[in-house]
Nanobody, 124 residues
Framework: QVQQVESGGDSVQVGGSLRLSCAAS????????MGWFRQAPGKEREGVAA???????NVANDVAGRFTVSKDNNKNALYLQMNDLKLEDTARYFC??????????????????WGAGTVVTVTS
């Protein structure tokens, strides 16, 4: 069973940075496409980033140049480095895994978020 725990959320000012982490079950990070989603209050969940087994990564257009997704297979960990945060980045962030083998892309329907997520609040 896949288990993931997100951490690193906090309250930061506009322009600040945060690094989110996702601790996954052993071998998950190395064997599957993984990604990040977020959901802001009153809004639908949206894909933020994805990273494939070989490390090929992609991010959503509205975070390109600011957010970077990475992973550490040895630590079974997934990361989301968020720089130049904006008010609209405020949301609960979830990590996700694709156990179905779909194309590894941001927001893929095959990426399933797990866990309670971690909250990022950006203030002015």
């Amino acid at each position: 069973q896949v288990q993931q725990v997100e951490s690193g959320g906090d309250s930061v000012q506009v322009g600040g940075s945060l690094r989110l982490s996702c601790a996954a079950s052993p071998y998950i990070v190395s064997q599957y496409c993984m990604g990040w989603f977020r959901q802001a209050p009153g809004k639908e969940r949206e894909g933020v980033a994805a990273i494939d087994r070989d490390g090929t990564a992609n991010v959503a257009n509205d975070v390109a140049g600011r957010f970077t997704v990475s992973k550490d297979n040895n630590k079974n960990a997934l990361y989301l480095q968020m720089n130049d945060l904006k008010l609209e980045d405020t949301a609960r962030y979830f990590c996700a895994v694709d156990e179905y083998g779909g194309t590894c892309r941001t927001g893929s329907q095959y990426l399933e978020p797990w866990g309670a997520g971690t909250v990022v609040t950006v203030t002015s």
